[in-house]
T-cell receptor, first 113, second 111 residues
Framework: DGGITQSPKYLFRKEGQNVTLSCEQNLNHDAMYWYRQDPGQGLRLIYYSQIVNDFQKGDIAEGYSVSREKKESFPLTVTSAQKNPTAFYLC????????????FGPGTRLTVL | DAKTTQPPSMDCAEGRAANLPCNHSTISGNEYVYWYRQIHSQGPQYIIHGLKNNETNEMASLIITEDRKSSTLILPHATLRDTAVYYCIVRASGSARQLTFGSGTQLTVLP
């Protein structure tokens, strides 16, 4: 089945540790996105990538880093510089072109203790 | 991207049609209207999108006014599993940037 996978679904880390969230897609989509969602709020863009080896900052990129070495993969690292990392993280992908919708993964809930 | 306005919450009886409104009065000519929904603690799910004509698929219908300043998502026979937050989004065609998700409408389908 084609789709987007994120792992793990729940992740716990101690304060001050870096943590990397996985996002893989087998939809052959060019563009991939990372969003953060806090309770009762909409999604906010962290980073996005339109093509391999290229990515751009979103609205809340501080304290996060990404890489796009393969088309299928877009891992997100939450660094110790992120002041409030506990949140629900969502990965998405889409095909380039007018009117094409984004497909979302199931999300990873990160809790920093 | 144009801003959208949606009511924060709505209720609907099971089996009845759910009509979710969205205002996008500053929409530009090349901006599409998208609808997504998010069931609690899951990733958003694409429902439907349109430019200016009404659209229908297996999940819902999208009615866009002639001036394109507002739209309505219609779930023809709501079920309990349709309880979710529904997001109305407008985005320019060909834009690679993200969809801007607002707070959406919490639809609760009542038995």
């Amino acid at each position: 089945d084609g789709g987007i996978t994120q792992s793990p679904k729940y992740l716990f880390r101690k304060e001050g540790q870096n943590v990397t969230l996985s996002c893989e897609q087998n939809l052959n989509h060019d563009a991939m996105y990372w969003y953060r969602q806090d309770p009762g709020q909409g999604l906010r863009l962290i980073y996005y990538s339109q093509i391999v080896n290229d990515f751009q900052k979103g609205d809340i990129a501080e304290g996060y880093s990404v890489s796009r070495e393969k088309k299928e993969s877009f891992p997100l690292t939450v660094t110790s510089a992120q002041k409030n990392p506990t949140a629900f993280y969502l990965c998405a992908s889409r095909t380039q072109g007018a009117g094409n919708e984004q497909f979302f993964g199931p999300g990873t809930r990160l809790t920093v203790l | 991207d144009a801003k959208t306005t949606q009511p924060p919450s709505m209720d609907c009886a099971e089996g009845r049609a759910a009509n979710l409104p969205c205002n996008h009065s500053t929409i530009s000519g090349n901006e599409y209207v998208y609808w997504y929904r998010q069931i609690h603690s899951q990733g958003p799910q694409y429902i439907i999108h349109g430019l200016k004509n009404n659209e229908t698929n297996e999940m819902a219908s999208l009615i866009i006014t002639e001036d394109r300043k507002s739209s309505t998502l219609i779930l023809p026979h709501a079920t309990l599993r349709d309880t979710a937050v529904y997001y109305c989004i407008v985005r320019a065609s060909g834009s690679a940037r993200q969809l801007t998700f607002g707070s959406g409408t919490q639809l609760t389908v009542l038995p």
